[in-house]
């Protein structure tokens, strides 16, 4: 069975064992450890001289594929806690008697460490 | 069988009474037993439809019983005929299961454009309909990103949906459909989402068969 990774407006656009008749995509046939190399690590090849090549910038992109990632995460969490931040605030509630800490505080604290998280990973890009 | 009587007359002699009796006494036996076997033949006729009338009942009753049967229970002749015609586009073939990647990791197509793929070195050569499930997923990649996604063929002028996402409420979506493919062998996906590489597909085909 023949394996083909995609390229479309000069970049990659998937892999497949079937030829694609899309207007504009090349049909490009690797061999079956590339495929799966590929399929595993998309960003280790990329599209160079009418040939899939071994991508000399995989380690940086690599990292920041997993850094847009972990934002990409952060951000979602602390829209969940801006959620939570509002019922804390309308009900204003103490979450440990002992320390007198709120539910708003716990959730500031959170919201404080991720967005030191995300400045730190922010400037790494 | 020869038939005769007891006593001839030649021309010039007297006929004596007695022996003209004896004469017509034989032809009345004949007679009589010819209408006898006559008789016989047709109880023995009578005897015969009856029993070709019992034989087409059991063929019928036979037959009948044959409807209720399940193929399986065919003999190897019967199967044979199956076979042929089933080579012959006659009826349905069997499922073949084969798992087949499409698309791998392919950004959508936007509203008014098609990826198209070819399933000609998965289907066997030949004009035949074939009847293909295809299992496909999207995930939704980028804010915002909208999709409503469907399977078409050069054989039928309908879409069959398999899936919509949108980013912030359906990250992802799946489905398995089966699509009637045509001699093109071309399977179509289109979608109405607005932008571009926003989601991105992950279609295989598992299996197929021919059908009439």
């Known amino acids: 069975m023949k394996k083909y990774i995609f390229v479309q407006d000069g ?56 850094i847009e990632k972990r934002l990409d995460e952060i951000t979602q969490e602390l829209e969940i806690l801006d959620a939570k931040r509002i019922r804390a605030v309308c009900e204003d509630e103490v979450k440990s008697e002992r320390s007198g800490e709120t539910w708003l505080d716990y959730y500031n604290a959170q919201i404080y460490d991720l967005r030191v998280e995300y400045k730190s990973l922010e400037a790494q890009l | 069988m020869t038939y005769g009587v007891p006593y001839s007359f030649v021309p010039g002699t007297k006929a004596r009474a007695d022996e003209v009796n004896a004469n017509f006494i034989e032809v009345l036996n004949k007679i009589e037993e010819t209408n006898t076997r006559i008789d016989e033949a047709n109880t023995q006729n009578n005897a015969n439809k009856e029993e070709i009338e019992q034989v087409e009942q059991n063929l019928k009753t036979e037959l009948a019983k044959k409807a209720g049967l399940d193929l399986a229970n065919l003999n190897t002749a019967g199967k044979a005929v199956l076979n042929n015609k089933a080579n012959a586009a006659d009826i349905d073939g069997k499922w073949i299961y084969k798992t087949f990647t499409l698309l791998g990791s392919v950004a959508g197509p936007v509203s ?22 295809l299992r496909a997923d999207i995930e939704a990649k980028a804010k915002g990103s ?8 050069d054989l039928m002028n309908n879409w069959f949906t398999f899936g919509r996402v949108e980013n912030g409420r359906a990250y992802y979506a799946g489905n398995t459909v089966r699509v009637p493919v045509n001699s093109t062998k071309k399977v179509y996906i289109k979608s109405n989402n607005s932008t571009v590489g926003s989601n991105m597909l992950y279609v295989a085909a598992i299996g197929y068969r021919k059908v009439r």
């Open chain 2, 112 to 133: 008014g454009k098609y990826v198209t793929v070819s399933l000609a070195s998965y289907l066997p050569s030949g004009s035949s309909v074939y009847d293909v499930i």
């Open chain 2, 146 to 153: 909208y999709g409503l996604y469907a399977f078409g063929s």
């Open chain 1, 11 to 66: 970049k990659i656009n998937g892999y497949g064992e079937a030829i694609q008749l899309t207007e504009g995509v090349q049909n490009i046939e690797v061999s079956e450890d590339v495929y799966n190399e590929f399929i595993q690590e998309p960003l280790k090849y990329i599209y160079a001289d009418r040939k899939i090549v071994e991508n000399p910038n995989y380690e940086n992109e690599k990292q920041r594929e997993f």
